[in-house]
């Protein structure tokens, strides 16, 4: 199966930060301990109170942040023609999955390099507390159904600024060239299903598809068999489909097809299978061929005046 992970993450950069800040958390809890064993009214005590306070919110913040967003491993694939996104932990606890359809999904953005405010100094400790307390998801995944999902934490202190060197840009082009080409792959196997569906229709219906199929697109896809005439109006159909894997067909154009073929009187009462599918299809005469093309052809034209 093929997988598009988040390489970009210095993982290991962050390990001795996540392990060595629950125990200034706790030193810090201590010290609001302390002061609140001993609370008085008095402004020190009380200043001292609320700055321990607003640390521990911070480096509590900072830790749960770092074990959700910046050491867990980041992965997309595809499956059952959903685009699966997963964040695991210790390459075992799930701790965000998300599943798109991929014939929904619209676009795929890069939300662009983020500077942080720590101004790239990490090798000062207390730095990793501001720094995992502001994940930033880089990728955005924008749908036909108007929702919009974040993945992929961009978390490289040292992502170099020329993006023929950036990990995160061939990450996210990976990601977006491996959704593309299954939603392509999606399109073509539904456009064939399609097209198998229109060859399996009762005859009436397949010869009118036909010959409005050769009409729109000026050709027409000729075998013959037996001394008569096989017409086919779809490259994708006679190219793919299994039925006519045995058969060879010509593509010609209309207007030569009509000059050389329909319009010439011996050829008048021969006659011709249209949509033929391997099995059947619509037996007409060149001249009811003719006919009816040109009754397509003048309704037409008749509507755009």
Known sequence: MKKVKNDAQPFALYIIPILLLPFIDFFVAF????????FEVDFWIIYGLVVSTFFFYSITKAIVNGIMYFIPREECYIEDNNLIYRRIFLFKFIFKELKIPLLDIKNIKDRGYKISDTNGDFLNFMNYIEFFSKPYERIVIETKSGKEYKIFVDADPYTFRNDDDNKFIRTYNKL??????????????????????????????????????IIDEEILFIAKKDNNYIVNGSYDAVEYLEVFKNIYFEEVELDSFYSYVLSKKENQDKKVWVGYNGTDGKEVTMSKFKEDINEIRDSRNIFKN
């Open 31 to 38: 010290f609001m301990y302390g002061m609140i064993a001993q």
């Open 176 to 213: 977006k060239e491996m959704v593309i080409e299954e939603q392509n792959k999606l399109f073509f196997n539904q456009k064939i299903e399609n097209l198998s569906e229109k060859y399996n229709s009762p005859l009436d219906e397949r010869y009118d598809f036909i010959l409005n199929k």
